[in-house]
């Protein structure tokens, strides 16, 4: 099981409403192994989860790496679309040099990073090796950097973005892992609290599930 089901905010409640309770029962329940150990790391676990960065954070910082990265992408297809006109006029539309222009790449570039780092790549040493014959139609040193840049500036904006990525999906696991902790060590201590006390109902009342009950969780799995 990945997630407890609940609301990271529901979780942080009942833990820290079950922290309280078993801290001011804590001889009885020292009867089933429940001890200062046990209760101190609940503590550090409830506080290590609570201080996790929150995933909508995350989010956003893909957002804006995703975002980063489409505005490059459409700074070198502008190039890329320039450099093609450029060489129509200097060449012809149908001359050899022109129709030997990668168009296939030019539509996949329409939607893929990766295409458009290709077609990039070819581009450039086209405008390198007709520089000559693409000045006159403003193909000029300075563009030819220009397209250079360009191109570092998405493989890099790439990389961020798929590094935070990974990060995402990291940080989403571990944050799982915590509250499914916290979820589960709630479980034990109300566990061990209701056996406790199965001769004193206020008492027992204090261990009962303090999850919402069934048709208010978000598909969360019954305490035992």
Known sequence: MDRAGYSEETILTVSKTTLNN???HLPA???MGITETTLQ???KDIQ???AQPREAFNRIELKSRTQIKNEMKGDCLIWARKLQTRIELAFEKKSPEATSLPIKDFRAAQSSEKATMNLMETLVKVAEKYQTQL???GQTPEVLAQGLELLN???SADTAQEIKKEEKTTATKER???FLLLYETVNK????????FKDDPIKRALFESKWPAPGTKKNGPEEK
């Open 22 to 24: 078993a801290r001011n």
């Open 29 to 31: 329940l020292g009867e």
């Open 41 to 43: 790391q609940f503590d």
């Open 48 to 50: 290590t989860a609570e």
């Open 135 to 137: 000045a006159p139609h």
């Open 153 to 155: 500036q998405l493989r």
């Open 176 to 178: 799982n892992e915590k």
């Open 189 to 196: 201590i109300n566990k061990v609290g209701r056996l406790v």
